[in-house]
């Protein structure tokens, strides 16, 4: 038996760049698990994926060439189905055995033990190990099988391969060669219509020889690099990459640096297998054009690397990523520079006959663009849009203090989507609301609603940053509200993990923005004044507030357990204690939470969570619940008897008052606190008191006395929430 570390490598034509790394983890992980599942590997070996290009591979140390052999104990039949009277065989045992590859002469070495309250049969034998030419094999098809690829391509085979011609095979991308070499020794495979063997392909332009032999598994990387001119290591690339970025910026000086993208840099080291990074130059009169323009189409045409000055601003050179190196890099560069002249021409083109119509102009145009075939066009959408924003603007006047902001906030919501029609937007779509912004102010806008125009979108993602200004505030919380209204009223739902819509980030940017703001705003109002502008086409407005209300509730307690949330991640039963309540203002949420964290840590704590939850149990069970008035002076104290129920009582009295003080002050933490006090009668009351007394009188009585003791509780959670 034979321990060496194995490198399976397969060479095939380009493969997709955004998906390179990915492919090349997959190849490498499942190729790993499933030698370790033969026992051909251990969990001790190590495992390397490699991802160039052209070429998927995979180092494992420790692997060895023969598996060991493992006993195995099988079930076979009951005795009674298994061996007759005279104790010999059945036709049914002699099937079984000869099933497994054994005959009669394994009878007398059967063994006898209970299954259950039978006795069976057990067949001892033992499974040879699996070789590694038949486990690798099984191996690299189960991996190739595994790979993540959305679409493959279907191909003839080579004439000169295994199989004829006219054969196909489907791969996401025709394969040339399989290197397969456990230590030094080839490990014969065949795969794709493909053997394997020690030789693969570097470099198409740069390698050292047309055909790299690799004479060891070790030597794999090293070999590549030095014959083929390939850095196989995809982490290996990146960092070289990243190196080389940083120094042609420090050669350029002046305090640049190239722009910052991770996804941009991994999708170019899966298009170069040797990296040599150049500078690059443009015209400065492109400079004119915004720079999110111009980086942009650097970065999603070109695949380059923008060079900004120590202020953030574009600079007129780049860098590029080039798969060769020659002597003489002028004709590259001079290449690149004339490729990425056009597409700024066209960016410059672009704005400026942007610029030649207002903003207020294109309004109309709107109405030609369809935005869903059951809620009308873009120009009824801002429509609805602007009667959201009017309705937010006036509810927070008190709030904010600025009856003028309406007129911003109308102007901002009635062209916050027509830079959709323009030139620019319709060749990049990613720019929208950011062109929006230079076009409104190139029209002499406030910059208040330039700003709007620009961060209505805002947060598009986890982490964004929120609007800057008050009217980009409400116009971002109107524009979220009308998309989430509109999907749930005509039914379109998330459902699993398709959310075409992105309906759970628009509910969870209005989470952000009524918390984060602050904002003086009830949620049940929102959806109700949402839903109104839709008219008929919506047909059941209270069952698509009560389903939107459900989702964006959700959606918060989602936000709040998770270990990134700015406290730290709250915990889930205090979370449901909060959001049990339904609070109407999310505002509230961040105080309340912190005050039940806090009232959690009390000694009192427990007990009164528990209390908490057997009163509400004693008062949904008694129909005399509902026939008391629910307020604390509906106690009758003529009719308390017992001690502890005229404590109780008395307590109440003595502390709800200041608790209920503090509550409306704000003060929901000390209000909590405050009401830890009334741990000592609460216990009191349950060990001396018999709530359902015969007296129908007493029973009621009693039953509003934990009415209006349950009611104090839970002004700021549902205490019974936290109970164990």
Known sequence: MSVQNLLVELFVEELPPKALKKLGDAFAGVLAEQLKAQGLATDASVVTAFASPRRLAAHVTQVTDKAADRAVQQKLMPVGVGLDAAGQATPALLKKLTALGADAAAVPGLKRAMDGKAEALFYDSVVRGASLEAGLQKALEESLAKLPIPKVMTYQLETDCELPGWSSVNFVRPAHGVLALHGSSVVPLKV?????????????????????????????????????AVIASFAERRAEIVRQLAAAAAQVGNGVRPIEDDALLDEVTALVERPNVLICAFETQFLAVPQECLILTMKANQKYFPLLDASGKLTHQFLVVSNISPADASAVIGGNERVVRPRLADAKFFFDQDRKKTLASRVEGLGKVVYHNKLGTQGERVTRVREIAKSIAKALTNQWGEPDGVEQ???AAQLAKTDLVTDMVGEFPELQGTMGRYYALNDGLPESVADAIEDHYKPRFAGDSLPRGRVGVVVALADKLETLTGMFGIGNLPTGDKDPFALRRHALGVVRLLIENQLDLALPALLQAATQVFGDKITDPTQTVQALSDFIYD????????????????????????????????????????AVRAFSALPEAPALAAANKRIGNLLKKSEEASEGNKETGSVQANLLQESAEKDLFAALQNTVPLANQQFDAGEVTASLQTLAALRAPVDAFFEGVMVNAPDPALRRNRLALLQSLHLAMNRVADLSRLAA
């Open 192 to 228: 794709l219509g493909l053997k394997s063997g020690n030789t693969t392909k570097g470099h198409r332009f740069e390698a050292a020889k047309p055909v790299v032999t690799v004479a060891h598994a070790d030597d794999y990387a090293d070999t590549l690099r030095r014959d083929g």
């Open 555 to 594: 959606r918060l307690a989602v936000s709040l357990r998770d270990p990134q949330h700015a406290g730290g991640g709250f915990s889930a039963q205090e979370v449901d204690a909060v959001l049990a309540l339904r609070p109407a203002r999310l505002s509230w949420v961040s105080q309340r939470l912190a």
């Open 409 to 411: 906030v109308d102007l």
